[in-house]
């Protein structure tokens, strides 16, 4: 009988759970780090099945979803993701099932929505709920879903569906699934937001009292302009002019996720917006790594480089203000990686360390093996891995005083290091 | 595990005219306590926490409790000297979803436009007892007949 837990079909290990230590050892061994937050990391790293009777649980008039591509779910819409008890986002959607150990169990338990490993009940969870906007259209007829996407707390804007740096062979970041296919939207209406939809949707969403306490604008990198990434930049600021339109103070909390932008650059999106934060991913904490993983990004701004805007951008935006981010996991891929996870903790610890002492914020996203990257065969680490690398970066933000607010469990809930910040 | 609060206790803590109060230890062991008037109880006799500050020490205190299974106290005072100490583990922080919106806008209505929410925290009640005074010195007297002052006990013509 065909496993419904694995769609995909992913050769996995029968003997993975003996090759590295379980969620309640790895609680027990790290008594100090939230096990909500362990658990949102072993999630998200090995991803989750719906039962039938988890799905029975769904009101689509309630709950934010997404069509499945899987026969398994029989068409029926999966949640978008889920909800601890302490309020952390489990950022985890069924792609992330494509992993070689088997994914945790969604089921109903005694009435309640539970998460499950081995028939063993983890901890409660419960569905996101959708935003009222996502019922509503644009009046050139654009769903605003499709404008906006929502979290439990924040919305964001898509800016480019277009990675430029798909565009040249083999240099997308490797661990990217979502760059690849982005190169069919070139050209189209598609390729990037649309002012007078964002506008409109803008509007609507004001209007929900107490849904959302931030926004993040993000996108594919744009290399075109007047200088490298001037229409990247161009972008972003009139987006958040057009979102700014909407509030009557001129700041409001907002974040970019970009390229890294240039001084000049970065004062452009400070001084002619009302922005509040800035986030410019260096993804891999080693420079060769890096220029193996993101060719694309190394080829336009080399990894010192990257580090000297991330300094520029905090004197601009001030500390608190400004961080980075790795996708944990990719620095030890093979046949280029550390070859240890200790060695990777190590390089890691002592960049998050240089970035932190010139007052840039520390972040992670535990890698998903997405299907469409380039390292969609490749395995993620060990749990007590990703609970070093959460517990390193915290301790390094709290030791340089480095508030965490921007990315918090609220504003993204994508980043255990950040998450943990709430004590 | 969770208990149903006595009736004195329910109305204690429904009442708007009772001071209310949470002691909550944060991650330093430090005890925290502050003045909660948005503390209360739900029909199915969870108390329910309407934390307005989303940084405050009782917040992150909260946090810690739930992530650790830590007990908080909630105490309530009458005009009159009426006193209850409830204790229990936080079980949830609702910080979103339809739930939430009610409350935020419940919030609104009663403290004004300027007040936020970031949390509607649950607290199933675990333990109880009536903190008045001459509850607590009645209760003392059959517990501890002997844990007292002896001059109490002397004889009046010798006082």
């Known amino acids: 009988m065909a496993d419904k837990t694995n769609p995909r079909k992913i050769e996995r290990d029968p003997n993975w759970r003996k090759k590295e230590e379980s969620f309640a050892e790895i609680t027990k061994k790290y008594e100090t780090v939230s096990p909500f937050i362990i658990a949102q990391i072993d999630v998200q790293r090995r991803g989750v099945f719906y039962t039938d009777a988890a799905l029975d649980r769904v009101d689509p008039s309630i709950h934010q979803i997404s069509k499945s591509a899987f026969a398994v779910y029989e068409g029926r819409g999966v949640p978008t993701s889920l909800l601890l008890r302490d309020g952390t986002s489990i950022i985890v959607s069924e792609t992330s099932t494509q992993t070689p150990r088997d994914p945790y169990t969604v089921d109903v338990v005694d009435g309640k929505l539970m998460l499950t490993d081995e028939d063993r009940v983890v901890e409660e969870v419960f569905f996101w709920e959708k935003p009222k906007f996502f019922e509503k259209t644009t009046s050139r007829g654009t769903p605003m879903c499709e404008v906006l996407d929502a979290r439990p707390q924040r919305f964001s804007v898509a800016m480019s569906n277009y990675c430029h740096f798909w565009t040249k062979p083999g240099h997308g970041c490797k661990y990217c699934g979502i760059g690849a296919g982005g190169v069919k939207f070139k050209g189209t209406d598609e390729e990037r937001v649309h002012l007078g939809d964002l506008r409109e949707t803008m509007r609507e969403l004001v209007k929900e009292k107490g849904r959302f306490v931030g926004v993040i604008l993000t996108g594919g990198s744009i290399i075109s302009g007047s200088e490298p990434f001037e229409d990247e930049l161009n972008g972003y600021i009139d987006a958040l002019k057009a979102l700014g339109e909407v509030f009557e103070t001129r700041r409001f909390p907002s974040q970019v996720n970009s390229t890294a932008f240039t001084r000049r650059q970065l004062e452009r999106l400070y001084n002619e917006t009302g922005i509040t934060c800035y986030t410019t991913d260096l993804e891999v904490f080693h420079e060769a790594i890096y220029e193996w993983v993101c060719p694309g990004k190394a080829a336009s701004i080399p990894y010192g480089e990257w580090k000297r805007r991330l300094y520029a951008a905090v004197e601009i935006f001030g500390k608190g203000q400004v961080n980075t981010g790795i996708v944990s996991g990719v620095e030890l891929a093979e046949p280029n990686g550390f070859k240890s996870e200790d060695e990777a903790l190590r390089v890691d610890l002592e960049e998050a360390e240089d970035l932190a002492s010139h007052g840039v914020g520390l972040k992670h996203d535990v890698w998903h093996v997405v299907p469409g990257s380039i390292f969609w065969n490749r395995t993620t680490p060990s749990l007590d891995y990703y609970v070093r690398l959460t517990k390193g970066f915290y301790d390094i933000m709290q030791k340089y005083g480095i508030p965490s607010h921007m990315d918090s469990y609220r504003k993204c809930g994508m980043h255990p290091n950040v998450n943990h910040d709430r004590i | ?159």
């Open chain 2, 1 to 159: 595990m969770a208990i149903v609060l006595t009736k004195k206790a329910a109305a204690a803590l429904r009442s708007p005219e009772t001071v209310k109060l949470i002691a909550t230890v944060g991650k330093e062991g430090e005890p925290h306590v502050a003045v909660k008037d948005t503390l209360t109880l739900l029909p199915d006799g969870t108390i329910a926490f309407y934390e307005l500050i989303e940084t405050s020490k009782t917040q992150k205190n909260l946090v810690y409790s739930l992530w650790f299974s830590k007990r908080v106290s909630v105490l309530t005072v009458a005009r009159d000297g009426e006193s209850h100490l409830i204790k229990g583990v936080p079980y949830r922080a609702v910080t979103a979803g339809g739930a939430f919106l009610e409350a935020y806008e419940d919030v609104q209505k009663r403290y004004g436009p300027d007040a936020d929410l970031s949390a509607i925290w649950l607290i199933p009640p675990e333990w109880e007892r009536e903190n008045t005074l001459a509850v607590r010195r009645a209760e003392e007297e059959i517990a501890h007949p002997y844990e007292i002052h002896m001059d109490r006990i002397a004889k009046e013509a010798l006082r």
